[in-house]
């Protein structure tokens, strides 16, 4: 049989071989990491055999499926664990998931999280004795049976939901078995490095009408050093959440009068306001206009766009002298009217609109997270309409803003290519040749990408922008979107060189995501030490008595004259204790004034994050910061 690798690489073989087997004769190191098989696109276990021709790829931690398997048999550890420990306990399920895995039991008897270390104490029991994990199958009957003899009623129901037919596969190990797909580990003893990490509740199927059950949440990683960094990055994220930092900080609160939205505070402002700034300064470089469209707008629009079909139960929607309107959830479909308020010619082509629209959406409250979801945000939209033969030109154009923004604060990207979902509008044609143009524009600005099958919009291929954060967590913010729908549905023209009328292709685009969303995540990016040119205040004059008063006016002022944004602290402290408050506000410079300083018409610099000052003039001192500002270091 023959056998191709991931890497093209076609391995004969003279009779039948388990995945395991084939990987060890690729090499014992990957024999060694293998968690997992991708046979045909298929996930399998290690002691799965290939008897036929394929393609094979072992899959190792570095692979998200590997993870997978190697996590899931975590989960098992821990179920194991705990029917050891709490044998009158029910089994529900227990998945992995993005950063470790879960399970779901019924207890009889409830527990807290003081009962986890003991939990994880016998988990670190089942992985020394280095349990044989198995695979089995039954008919539905023997499966029933066996269920049914352990009181596994959850299992019972799980089966019972199967479709008939369907095989029905166990995995055991030792004295515990489980039903479940897999794929597994061949035994308990890889996984070392695990941390049982929380406990929830949750209702059995999502569905609030069953019972409760205790979720008791876990990560796993093959080596102890990658658990105790990503431990680290959790207890870091949890000191970064910008939900604390907003109140402790004065940017923004949500009020028990509005949930969903938010109230921005007066540095909140200052914040959102330079960062609006700087995007109108980068849009107007890149060639844009910027328009404002109404927030509110009749039923006939959003018919006419398709959302009052397919997005009413997210819109708020009122009536107006007998006509229906909603509030707009999305900015598109009045940027449609702006361009069919006059004639277009293919000389006014390409033409770049931005908005930064304030959108409102129906959001779950049970969904709402801080600015990460929200019910209303200021998205900053941007619609280009297009010839076809501008397209790949103006992807081009779009990444490159993309990436001076993203560089601006430090965030890494990656790309993603979504392609044409089953449900689609338009000509195949067509889709073609804009996910090709999306590739090609990308490739040639020497960038890599990777394909998301099927999951681009309906009514075209898009490019997702996922950026990483200093604690390497990725947020998707920026996206650029190729529509060839709207401008059909709203019989967008322009006259070409030929005369006649023709369609224009759009992209829909934008790069911070929404100015709310954007806010949290760099807020959580810089834990609050935002860089000198976006902190809403950026100096603090410290007065070392109020004899120094006026010198420290004399200073204040000619900072102010400057552009900078700063403060005097007036109250009668000691010098150290004004410092610790500057410094819990975050503020990036704290200028302490003395006898010394107001003799030499100079100011003893301390930065945010260094405990030794520094002397300077107050004219270099300026002449520094607002450089420093201007190049938005």
Request: charged fraction near 30%.
């Amino acid at each position: 049989m023959k056998i191709t690798l991931k890497n093209g690489e076609v391995k004969e073989f003279s009779q039948p071989l388990s995945v395991l087997e084939i990987a060890s004769s690729i090499s014992e190191g990957l024999a060694r990491n293998a968690c997992a098989g991708l046979v045909n696109g298929q996930e399998v276990d290690l002691r799965t055999v290939v008897s036929e021709d394929c393609q094979l790829a072992v899959l190792t931690f570095e692979d998200e499926s590997g993870r997978g398997a190697f996590r899931h048999t975590a989960a098992h550890i821990l179920a194991q664990a705990v029917k050891r420990l709490y044998p009158q306990t029910k089994l529900a399920i227990g998945p992995s998931i993005a950063d470790g895995f879960y399970y779901d039991f019924d207890f009889a008897s409830p527990i807290t999280v003081e009962d986890l270390p003991t939990i994880e104490a016998e988990m670190k029991k089942i992985v020394k004795e280095n349990l044989d994990i198995t695979r089995f199958t039954l008919s539905r009957p023997e499966a029933l049976a066996l269920m049914n003899e352990k009181g596994e009623s959850y299992k019972v129901e799980l089966i019972e939901a199967l479709p008939e037919g369907e095989e029905i596969s166990f995995y055991q190990q030792g004295d515990y078995v489980d039903l479940c797909a897999g794929p597994h580990l061949m035994s308990t003893k890889p996984v070392k490095a695990f941390k049982l990490t929380s406990l929830a509740g949750a209702y059995w199927h999502g569905d609030e009408k069953n019972k409760m059950l205790t979720r008791i949440y876990g990560t796993a990683f093959t080596k102890a050093a990658d658990l105790e960094d990503y431990l680290f990055k959790i207890e870091e994220a949890k000191k970064r959440d910008h939900r604390k930092l907003g109140r402790e900080l004065g940017l923004f609160t949500i009020m028990e009068e509005g949930p969903g939205f938010p109230f921005f505070l007066p540095k909140g402002m200052v914040l959102r306001n330079t960062l609006i700034d700087y995007w109108r300064q980068v849009h107007d470089r890149y060639g844009y206009v910027e328009i404002s469209t109404p927030m509110m707008l009749n039923r006939q629009l959003w018919e006419r766009s398709g959302h009052w079909n397919h997005y009413k139960e997210n819109m708020y929607t009122t009536v107006i002298d007998d006509t229906d309107f909603a509030i707009k959830p999305m900015n598109c479909p009045g940027g449609m009217l702006v361009y069919k308020a006059e004639p277009r010619s293919y000389r006014d082509l390409p033409m770049r609109v931005g908005e930064l629209g304030l959108v409102h959406r129906h959001e779950l409250s049970g969904a709402l997270h801080g600015l990460f979801r929200v019910r209303c945000f200021t998205q900053d939209d941007a619609h280009i309409f297009m010839t076809w033969d501008q397209m790949k030109d103006e992807i081009k154009n779009v990444v490159r803003l993309f990436d001076e923004v993203y560089s601006t604060f430090g965030l890494s990207y990656k790309i993603e290519v979504s392609t044409m979902p089953e449900s689609h509008m338009g000509d195949e044609k067509d889709w073609d040749f804009a996910t090709e143009t999306l590739k090609t524009a990308v490739s040639e600005m020497g960038k890599d990408y990777v394909i998301n099958e099927g999951d681009g919009a309906f009514y075209g291929p898009k490019l997702d922008f996922h950026l990483a954060d200093s604690l390497g967590r990725t947020w998707q913010c920026g996206t650029i979107q190729l529509d060839m729908q709207l401008p059909e549905r709203f019989e967008l023209e322009y006259t070409g060189a030929d005369g006649e009328k023709h369609r224009p292709v759009m992209i829909h685009r934008v790069v911070l995501g929404s100015i709310e969303r954007f806010i949290g995540v760099i807020t959580e990016h810089y834990a609050g030490k935002f860089p000198t040119w976006l902190a809403p205040m950026q100096v603090k004059l410290l007065p070392i008595s109020d004899k120094f008063l006026p010198y420290a006016e004399d200073v204040y002022r000619h900072l102010k004259a400057a552009g900078v944004r700063c403060e005097i602290d007036r109250r009668a402290e000691k010098i150290g204790y004004k410092i610790r408050e500057a410094q819990l506000e975050k503020v990036p410079y704290m200028l302490i004034l003395g006898a010394q300083e107001e003799e030499n018409h100079s100011v003893s610099v301390r930065p945010r994050d260094q405990a030794e000052n520094k002397t300077l003039s107050a004219e270099e001192f300026i002449s520094q910061i607002t450089k420093e500002i201007a190049d938005k270091k």
